[in-house]
């Protein structure tokens, strides 16, 4: 059988499927040669269609095809993805987001669109993503009509998927003549929501609506396909983190943060203090919060067929998403100083503190305690049109033309800018105390004696941050592809395609650097912060029940506290800025080539067998606004804020060039088991901020120093060698076993450096000679709270030193700002600049089952992947490591039952511990590993009639929690609770 007649089989069963209609099948008889016709739809209809895709597929190959029109597995993109062997998800905001295929992260996975290769923008908390990545919560599934996941290579794949290139499919009129509508609603009960401040609460109920109308006209020669989905959900997550990661050393080191060595001053205030050869972490901070979400996503899709004659079709097409995320939080939170401290430790040789207290006065020098909040929207939009001929000349000889132009776009929805925080702050923090002996990291807080509660009236808003972010990623690419048949069993494939992708990342930040107290606590009335507890948020994770736990915190309303602080400072200063401080613009130019030949044959046995080769050549062109630093101001005790000034302009150019071959083999041992064999060479591209042009330094820099970034787009993409092997055994309808075996040898991986740097040759004023002078005569210990008091008392009015006027309410601690000076010492920046300088290897097993157990309608479907790697992380070494993120074993299993009217579907997913970067939210390097998870979803579905559908699910039905840690399991990095959400709905569909 040719080919291309393999596929148009493979294709009319799947789409067949998907709009509702019979498959008519030989059913092989002794007493009669009639044909039956066998309907199969639902689970069984999807997992039969899907197990199709895999065995009829060139290299190795699995899907996901629709259960009926509008109706996929799950209702996000990636919690179905999952359900296939080798694929595991990153989650955001409660649900799939990403995906890691055979241990290789979301950045090195290629997504297309019926073909195209799509672009992608996000946007993190403090700026625009740098990653390539996919963001799969953007899609609703309903349009969907099938995903195919290629991990192997092909020829005539675009480059840029090592790990597997991922096509997500929709349908199309003229591949089913006729009238097809499908529409449906569901309304969502997501009970996180309920788990919140009331200031923070959504709907508990929130709508879902979709549909679909397929049309043909003209004698079946014009086509039309109109999708749409709205969807809304109200959502909550508390959240216990420590945020700016955690400070390592080694048990002989003295340094800042340091704990006492063996028999020095405070030593005796240790238990199990670690080994001179350990590492032990001491934290940044610690705290708490509580989050409310509003997410609205809005699909659609339009599709335009025409075939003039039986030879040519074109279609025209056109898809839009767009989600907007709106969020509020309040927390409490407490930064550590490293002062005289008290500490109980783990065993080595990596150690890590179940006890670590800090000893404050709360009386003479109180700290800070921090109940910030956060208000903001981002908008993610995505928008492709597309323009596609297909031309079959001959019955041999055909050409197809493919132009798309395609654009993601992340950016603020709200005044206040993508990322708008308020610090507040009441002074009144005495000794602090953090127990990591349980997943839930307890606070405790001692207050100034006489004060059992936190008082409004010492409470004031210090600094702020808003930040306006800005991503925009646009491809155009245009394909030529063909195919010539010579016989019924060979063929040869050959095409050329220009791609034009332009990256842009941008950012401004309006900061207030006022940490500290300003004195101005009398401006915000007492009734606009809301006494609240601590303990409830957090019910689900273990430790939350410690008695010592400070269970008390103010929450407030945004907008109300905001504006009083605006009427202090000027509005100005809380308000994001349309000016952007960093823009960086990369241009990636490709032009490819490919040709494959194909061939089947019989040696004894069946067999068919591709080979192919692709040339890829791309030019690089980066062009970066960053702004300068004039000098660093010291304005609380470990907030050193830079002094920005204009910005410039710095242009750096790349190039590469590749020959990609592939090889794909396989032979049919019998009718039901197959054998596969496949070769090939992929490349994955340097993520953005890699290869972006300009030096950038981080905006705070803290008493030991700064960080920054800097781009190299002279960087080579990561070329992997892949080999497969794979053993497949169909043993009943709808039921097969398979197991396989992959490799990855990855060169060019890209490590991260720490250069140490001294851009703009700015003063330290933490450094300088007024520290010194503080230390020597008033502050042996170089207690930050006491260097600052010194020099404001004494040095008032002198270069550099301007003090605010005492404040009454906090006389023993003083506050303004100390310049740094010419003469004190140059402070040393570590910049992160990528690099290529290693190759590793990974290597794994799939395996798979699917099971139906006759006409029973029941069914089960479960995968293992196993997957290694030679480059893991030491957790013992504390300098900078290259180890493969996202690496990790993961298993499925779905069970079911269907018959003519009720369908239910079980379907757990396990993801085992795996390293989720390499440097924490300090930026320094430091492990963090996000611990092994499984949630389980349940959906059902009856058939009133043939028309109509209810249906019902819930999605991490156990309750779930998420929790990552660094170095040791007790360092913990967050813990997140959320809770199960619960649908309800029905679907009506009519047609042909």
Known sequence: MSDRAFQRNKVARAISLILGTAVALPAVSQQTTELEEVVVTGIRGSLTSSMELKRDSQGVMDGIVAEDIGKFPDTNLAESMQRVSGVSIDRSLGEGSKVTVRGVGPDYNLVLLNGRQMPASALLDTGASASRAFDFANLASESISAIEVYKTSRAATPTGGIGATVNIKTARPLDNPGLHTSFGAKGVMDTSVDNLPSGLKGDSITPEVSGIYSQTFGDDKFGIALSASYQERDFGFNQASVGNGWKSF??????????????????????????????????????????????????????????????????????????????????????????????????GPVAAPLIYSEAIDAVAAPSDLSMGGAKFATKNENNSVGFNVEWRATDRFGLAFDFHDSSAESGPDSPYGSNAVLGVAGFFRGTTTADFSKDFPVISVQLPPGMTAIDPARTEVTGSSFRNSYMKTEIQQAQLSGNLDFTDESRLNFGVALTDLKNRSAYSNVQMDSWSSNGDASAYPDDVWRADTVRHYFDNISGSGNPNLFNQFFTFDFETVRNIAASVDGDENYRASPIFQVDRRVQEESQSAFVQYSQEWEWGLPMQGAVGLRYEKTDVTSRSLVPTVTGINWVANNEFPLVLGPGIYEQLEGDYDYVLPSLDFAVDLTDSVKLRASYGQSIGRPLWDQIQGGRTVDQIVRINGGTGNQGNPGLKPLESENIDFSLEWYYADASYLSVGYFRKNIDNYIGTTLETQTPYDLHHPGQGAYFQEAVANACPTAELTCVRNYIFNNHDGDPGVDADPINPENPNVRTGIISGLPGDPIVTFGIKVPANQKSASLDGWELNVQHMFGATGFGVSANYTLVDSNLTYDNHNRGEQFALEGLSDAANVVAFYENDRFQVRAAYNWRDEFLAARFDGGGLPNPVYTEAYGQLDVNASYNWNDNLTLMAEAINLTDEIYRQHSRNSHQVIMVQQTGPRFMVGARYKFGD
């Open 250 to 347: 080694a048990g002989d080191e003295n340094n800042w943060g340091t704990i006492p060595q063996a028999g020095a001053p405070g030593s005796e205030r240790i238990t199990n203090r670690p080994d001179a050869t350990d590492t032990y972490s001491v934290p940044q901070n610690l705290g708490y919060s509580v989050n409310g979400v509003e997410r609205k996503r809005t699909n659609g899709q339009l599709t335009l067929q025409y075939a003039p004659t039986d030879t040519i079709t074109t279609t025209l097409d056109y898809t839009y998403s767009e989600n907007k995320i709106a969020q509020q939080r309040n927390e409490l939170s407490v930064w550590f100083n490293f002062g005289p401290s008290t500490s109980t430790w783990t065993d």
